[in-house]
């Protein structure tokens, strides 16, 4: 009995260990951040991913008879982007700096290591800002509730990939990093975490919309896009690197969002 007591507590950890480091949200408790919390923690990600959905939702839901939808989808999308803290945003510029930099291996690493951030990455972040905020007042103006329904899997899938760029690449520094603590993860956590992805989405359109033969469709959908948008960066930037980094899954997670996103509301805008 104290050895599943344990197993519990330590799976409860690993949660709490991977709502603590993916968002800002503040959890009255202290983790002990050993290889093993690291590395169960990876599984939880599409259920953090939830989390942060389903607040973005609500605040949706909200603010949509107070303001007019350009305005709730600037507050969407920042309220979005400090929920992680602008963590992945800060991966994803540090990524442009390097690799738009067209420099040898060595000195794009050097300069994704680099604090400070630089003309591309700017730029980058600009558009992406931009094309984001554009994306979501679309989705308040076109199809309200629906769209704003499925844009709470978003985060599910982007955070679910992550899980399989640790497991699938190597870690391109030699030096300890930040994503070099997610070393001890394997594929068969990046599977877990796909199957809680699918569980996730499947219970989450069978309690909006009851289970209709879209349902399937949707999920692979969401799995399609993802995991191409993914499979693609990741090989590429992989070839580049010599491996990823914790900056490129980062960047992975906020271009795979920005891809469902933009896939969302172009389904709506074209059956609606």
Known sequence: ????????????????????????????????????????????????????????????????????????????????????????????????????????????????????????????????????????ISLLEDR???????LMLIPVWSRNFMVTAIAGWPYARKEQGLGSLYRSARMKHAVISGLGAILLSAAILFLIFGWTGTAGLVILSFAFVSYGIGFAMAAAISRKLGGLTGDVYGALNECIELGLLLALVSYLYNVG
């Open 1 to 136: 009995m104290r050895s599943l007591r344990m197993v519990i507590i330590g799976w409860l950890q690993a949660f709490a260990a991977a709502v603590k480091f993916l968002t800002r949200i503040p959890l009255p408790v202290t983790i002990p951040y050993t290889d093993a919390h690291f590395r169960r923690s990876v599984v939880f990600y599409p259920y953090v991913g939830l989390l942060i959905g389903l607040i973005v939702t609500v605040a949706g839901f909200l603010l949509d008879p107070v303001f007019p939808a350009s305005v709730s989808g600037i507050l969407l999308v920042a309220l979005w982007t400090l929920l992680s803290g602008a963590l992945h945003l800060d991966g994803l510029m540090d990524t442009a700096d390097g690799l738009l930099s067209h420099r040898s291996r060595e000195r794009m690493l050097e300069i994704m290591k680099d604090s400070r951030v630089g003309a591309m990455g700017v730029i980058v972040c600009v558009f992406y800002i931009g094309l984001k905020i554009a994306l979501t």
């Open 144 to 150: 309200r509730e629906e769209g704003l329904m499925l």
